[in-house]
């Protein structure tokens, strides 16, 4: 069974800093596609960053310049340094990986989430 294992999140002062971790376990082939969703309350679930597998990286205009997404293909980790947060980053992010089953098959996968507050 494959799962997705988030850590990192907690309480963070405006313009401080956390890393969020997402580990892969379980049988699989390869871990392709990484990203990292967030949902803030009462707004939808949207896309931060991703990284594909060659460390081509995505991300959202609102994050970029402040939050770096970087991945362990060895270690099928990946990972979402955040820098300058604000309080409008205060959400639940969740690891989100597009994980190869088997020849030809790929499924997504999301982890738990975990909760980041940036508040004074």
């Known amino acids: 069974q494959v799962q997705l294992v988030e850590s990192g999140g907690g309480l963070v002062q405006p313009g401080g800093s956390l890393r969020l971790s997402c580990a892969a376990s379980?049988?699989?082939?390869?871990?392709?596609?990484m990203a990292w969703y967030r949902q803030a309350p009462g707004k939808e679930r949207e896309l931060v960053t991703s990284i594909a597998i060659g460390g081509v990286t995505n991300s959202a205009d609102s994050v970029k310049g402040r939050f770096t997404i970087s991945r362990d293909n060895a270690e099928n980790t990946v990972y979402l340094q955040m820098n300058s947060l604000k309080p409008e980053d205060t959400a639940v992010y969740y690891c989100?990986?597009?994980?190869?089953?088997?020849?030809?098959?790929?499924?997504?996968?999301w982890g738990k989430g975990t909760l980041v507050t940036v508040s004074s």
């Open positions: 989100h990986a597009a994980i190869q089953i088997s020849f030809g098959y790929v499924v997504v996968y």
């Open positions: 379980g049988s699989f082939i390869r871990v392709n596609t």
